[in-house]
């Protein structure tokens, strides 16, 4: 048994509009790192944060940054906020990154569809379903402005 088309164009469609929406969130991470560190080289601290090895890393070396940057306590504060749902989020981003595509029943007597399960055993209970990638894209979008909003003050405080 296969998908039918609608199926599995509309469960691709979810699942890459949330991992673009994931990306968004790096770039926006990407933008406050590079701001905190004060470089007159943005390649240089482009290539520096992108250069570390996975997500977490990324996160740590922009919330260094962020702290010893001179900011208010108010918005070392709200990065720190930030921060936490940014890890948060970030163990979802990981799944999508590596659950498989599966077509099946989720247990047994249920109707066949497409979702996302655990490698190690697909049809465990570990599964996302289309309606969660919507909502992680939402909430990866949501963090991605929340993000950006911070940058964005940054730079207005740091005009002032």
């Known amino acids: 048994m296969i998908p ?15 991992l673009g929406a994931w990306a968004n969130v790096e770039h926006s991470l990407s933008s406050v790192f590079e ?6 080289e943005l390649l240089v601290s482009h290539a520096v944060f992108w250069s570390l090895q996975g997500f977490r890393a990324r ?7 962020v702290e010893s940057s001179g900011r208010s306590p108010d918005a070392i504060e709200e990065w720190r ?3 936490t749902k940014l ?18 029943r989720e247990k047994p007597g249920r109707d066949y569809r497409m979702f996302l399960g655990d490698p190690k055993s697909p049809f465990s209970g570990s599964i996302i379903r289309q309606e969660e ?9 949501n963090l991605s402005h929340e993000t950006s909003r911070f940058f ?5 405080d740091g005009s002032d």
Do not use: M
């Open 4 to 18: 039918s088309q609608s199926e599995y164009d509309n469960f691709y469609i979810a699942y890459g509009e949330a």
């Open 35 to 40: 701001f905190h560190i004060s470089s007159n």
């Open 59 to 65: 996160l740590d070396v922009t919330t260094a940054a």
């Open 81 to 83: 906020k930030i921060s």
């Open 87 to 104: 890890s948060r989020k970030s163990k979802s981003r990981n799944k999508l990154a590596h659950f498989s595509p599966c077509f099946g």
């Open 133 to 141: 990638l919507k909502e992680w894209t939402s909430a990866f979008i």
């Open 152 to 156: 964005h003050n940054a730079i207005k």
